[in-house]
């Protein structure tokens, strides 16, 4: 007995000695900052930084290998206190907060079953994806709510998680343990670049507007008197939403749920009405701006697509410059529609609100006679983005002038070249030619292009060798011509110097739709292009050889939107029109295309490709909807039919005059009759209570 | 000879420690997700073990039982094996930091490890001279890292199949390893 205390005792004072007298001689210095880094730290081991705890992100940081503002968690404080102690500066980081994406509680949302298990979303996930009939329901069991690390999540009334965004400092917790994916973190400029895709809850109004402004959360806003809030929603996704109440012609009211029962919300007049209520406030509400990055972006064309690429870039923190041939800014929304439908004022208090986000512009400067991209990609500019888009101003300003005015050597309209042939021009294409296919211009261009001297002509077609017209199909015969055809293939980047086109990348379509194809490049002296209008084209310098003279920059563009599965859109030659990412039948299109044009320079400048979109809600051919709503009380329609504006007169609806837009109390009626849809859930009678938004 | 080899298929194949006497099924199920930590976890095991043997054999025989003491075994061994692993810690990162870095965040998991507890115990058990007793730390921690680097490959595999969700993750685990158990099983009565 005692002797077996004195051994164990003995066997531990001599471990023990041992341990003290090892951790002496074998005493291993560890750099004091990684210990002051750690301090500075939070400790909460989140993992937002992705590295696995505040130790390990703190030897990262000393290391070199992690950012001091890598801690989400810590916000600002944090990141200058562990600057302080690296000695360096810190960079600004946008701040980032989690968005729940479910507006429905188990409550109010219809169900498969009662569920009474496990109170954990990951428990109820294993019964069927839990008991939501929508697939992206919340599930309301604050699963999340328990894994932050910050207590910035509570459960609401409605069993939908409430983000304190004081608390909360995106450290992206709650996006990893949510087994729906609902929660995710957002911050402004993320939205702004974003798509609605077919795995997140959104009403078919929002899916069918162009631009994809947030419908049901704005009219909310509207209905609770939120007018400014309300406006905010909308520019994130539309930055004219004056002139869109005007002239949009809505595609989002045919496909509003009210329809099945009554008449569709006004969603327009509404949207008019917040903007009505800014313009008549003689102010602009200015949303978030991300802070300036010192990156200069040159944007060519002055129309909706130009201003809505300038107004993003800016928001995105980025120094835009506008480059417009006319004396004033405004394209065809200035100079082709009419003063009845779009009054003057309106448009200039909006294009003085796009500048007023930091957007400078430069009126009467002429592409191909002020400036190429070329030497403004040599002028410091980081990128330019061509924005030509709906009207060609650079002829109806100098008709006089002479050869085709690309923005580069090289790139030929078809119908610029046509017309050139038609005055009996001559034209020098030089040898290799590649002609981007579409349906009606093929093998007798290639031709005549051979007759024009090209030594090879290359057909490059999205199409599938099994569906090229027939005259394409007998390769061997063509090849004997000097004519290739490359099917299932899209042009990826165009590749010069200064004003010349040098070079151009080809990349296979994946025949599922789902890869990236394989790239490979091409020699070209021309390429044709079969559209009457420039193509919108993203310029980024080529740093591949840095020591080249700054004054011959090789320049690329960037591809300008890239979608999956089918991949219509991929490459810099995408639909809707050959060539072009929006066909300007409405101004919501170019504004949409505006928009993608930010994220594709966005996504340069952040990353290297433009990330795909796996299941663009637009393209889809399959989303989850409802064909018939029930208890839904008719409500009439504060804004009368549009024909009804000036009496019977069809005229009306081609020329109307400005109508004075809905008054404040109309408004605030109208916003009621909206259903707050979401994928499937709407807003019922019976069941008023507790809506969020 | 002939013992010595025999001893050495007994504890790498026919008591596998892991798919046999199911000792050390933590790490079997923890740190088998990925090829490259059950390598790490495998040598940091057989460097522990053969360490661990050697001085635990030390310990009972020079101090336990000619005192008496063999009722403090599991106490005494508990403790020089957590010190024996801190120690070993804290030479590795001051003389040799490379593997330091390989092994060193699977050693304090060792600490606790009733693998290599066990393999102490049934040293003493077995009644084990010195030299057998480290063949046999080593055999067994070489059968540990045979049955850790086997099962990470197969889980390596199963992340490629469609499993039900059910099954999922630890429950086709699980499984699995009671079927390399099994397979291990056709080695009973080679020795």
């Known amino acids: ?693 | 000879m002939g013992d010595y080899i025999l001893l050495i298929v007994s504890c790498i194949f026919v008591n596998n420690i892991l798919l046999m006497q199911y000792l050390g099924n933590c790490p079997f199920l923890g740190v088998s997700k990925r090829m490259e930590t059950a390598t790490g976890m495998a040598m940091a095991v057989i460097f522990v073990l053969v360490m661990a043997g050697a001085i635990t054999w030390i310990v009972n025989t020079l101090l336990l039982r000619p005192f008496g003491l063999e009722y403090l075994r599991t106490l005494a061994f508990i403790l020089v094996i957590a010190s024996l692993v801190q120690l070993v810690e804290m030479f590795l990162r001051k003389s040799i930091p490379a593997l330091y870095a390989g092994l060193g965040i699977f050693l304090p998991l060792i600490t606790t490890n009733c693998a290599v507890m066990g393999v102490c115990l049934i040293n003493i058990k077995e009644e084990y001279g010195f030299v057998q007793a480290l063949i046999a730390s080593f055999s067994y921690a070489v059968g540990f890292g045979l049955a850790l680097i086997l099962f990470a490959g197969v889980r390596e595999r199963i992340l490629l199949a469609r499993v039900p969700k059910p099954l999922q993750d630890t429950s086709i685990g699980l499984v699995t390893a009671g079927m390399i158990s099994l397979a291990f099983f056709a080695f009973k009565g080679m020795v």
């Not at chain 1, 500066?89 to 009474?116: I, S, T, W």
């Not at chain 1, 100079?335 to 003085?352: F, K, N």
């Open chain 1, 1 to 693: 007995m005692v002797g077996g205390f004195l051994v164990m005792g003995g066997l531990g004072v001599a471990i023990g000695l041992c341990l003290a007298l090892a951790s002496k001689v074998f005493y291993v210095y560890v750099d004091p900052k990684i210990e002051a880094v750690e301090e500075a730290l939070p400790g909460a081991n989140c993992g937002g930084c992705g590295y696995p705890g505040c130790s390990a992100n703190a030897a990262a940081i000393v290391a070199g290998q992690s950012s001091p503002s890598s801690c989400v968690a810590g916000g600002p404080e944090v990141a200058a206190e562990i600057a302080a102690v690296m000695g360096v500066e810190v960079e600004a980081r946008e701040p980032e907060f989690a968005l729940p994406g479910c507006r429905y509680g188990v409550q109010e949302a219809d169900l498969k079953y009662l569920y009474e298990g496990i109170h954990d979303c990951r428990a109820a996930m294993l019964l069927g994806g839990g008991a939501k009939e929508c697939p992206i329901g919340c599930l309301g069991l604050g699963t999340c709510v328990r894994a932050c690390p910050f207590g910035a999540l509570s459960m609401g009334p409605d069993n939908l998680p409430v983000v304190n965004t004081d608390l909360c400092t995106g450290c992206g917790t709650c996006e990893r343990i949510c087994p729906k994916h609902i929660i995710t973190l957002s911050s402004a400029s993320l939205r702004i670049i974003d798509e609605y895709q077919v795995d997140e809850c959104t009403a078919p109004c929002q899916r069918s507007c162009p631009t994809g402004i947030n419908i049901p959360r704005f009219i909310y806003q509207i209905d609770h008197g939120n007018y400014e809030g309300a406006l905010l929603t909308i520019k994130e996704k539309c930055p004219l939403p004056l002139i869109c109440g005007y002239i949009c012609p809505a595609p989002c009211e045919l496909a509003c749920r009210r329809n099945l029962i009554d008449e569709p919300v006004a969603i327009n007049p509404l949207k008019r009405f917040v903007a009505d209520y800014e313009m008549s406030a003689g102010k602009h509400v200015d949303p978030y701006k991300a802070e300036d990055n010192d990156r200069k972006i040159a944007v060519i064309g002055g129309g909706a697509e130009g201003l809505t690429t300038s107004y993003y870039l800016a928001r995105l923190g980025y120094q835009p410059t506008l480059f417009e041939a006319k004396p004033e800014l405004g394209g065809i929304l200035r100079y082709v529609i009419s003063e009845d439908r779009l009054p003057r004022e309106v448009l200039d208090h909006e294009i003085q609100g796009i500048l007023n986000m930091g957007v400078t512009a430069k009126t009467q400067t002429v592409m191909g006679e002020d400036f190429t991209p070329g030497s403004l990609l040599s002028d410091d500019y980081d990128a330019v983005v061509l924005t030509s888009g709906g009207i060609d101003s650079r002829k109806i300003l100098r008709p006089e002038a002479k050869g085709f005015g690309p923005p580069f050597q090289g790139l030929f309209l078809l119908l610029d070249l046509y017309n050139a042939l038609d005055r009996g021009e001559k034209i020098d294409l030089g040898e290799e030619v590649v002609i981007v296919h579409n349906l009606s211009e093929g093998l007798g261009l290639a031709r005549t292009c051979r007759e024009m001297g090209a030594k090879r002509v290359t057909i490059v077609s999205k199409l599938d060798a099994g569906d090229l017209p027939p005259e394409l199909v007998d390769t061997a015969t063509l090849h004997a011509e000097g004519i290739q055809v490359l099917p299932s293939t899209t042009v990826s980047f165009l590749e010069g110097t200064g004003n010349h086109l040098e070079r151009i990348g080809l990349e296979t379509i994946d025949p599922r739709g789902d890869e990236f194809g394989e790239t490979s490049i091409l020699n070209v002296d021309a390429l044709i292009f079969p559209g009457a209008r420039l193509p919108e084209l993203v310029f980024v310098r080529e740093e591949r050889n840095p020591e080249a003279p700054s004054q011959i920059r090789r320049w690329r563009t960037l591809e300008t939107f890239r979608t999956f599965p089918k991949g219509t859109q991929n490459g810099v030659f995408s639909s809707p029109e050959p060539g072009r990412l929006s066909d300007s039948s409405a101004v919501v299109k170019s504004i949409l295309s505006g928009r993608r044009l930010c994220r594709a320079v966005h996504t340069h400048f952040t990353e290297e490709r433009v990330a795909p979109i796996d299941n663009l809600v637009w393209e889809a051919d399959a989303i989850l909807d409802v064909s018939e709503v029930h208890h839904v009380k008719s409500l009439e329609r504060q804004q009368p039919s549009i024909l009804d504006v000036e009496g019977d007169s069809e005229s009306a609806w081609i020329f109307p005059k400005p109508w004075p837009g809905l008054n404040e109390p109309a408004a605030r009626t109208e916003a009621q009759r909206c259903l707050n849809c979401g994928l499937i859930c709407y807003r019922k009678n019976e069941n008023e209570t507790s809506l969020k938004a």
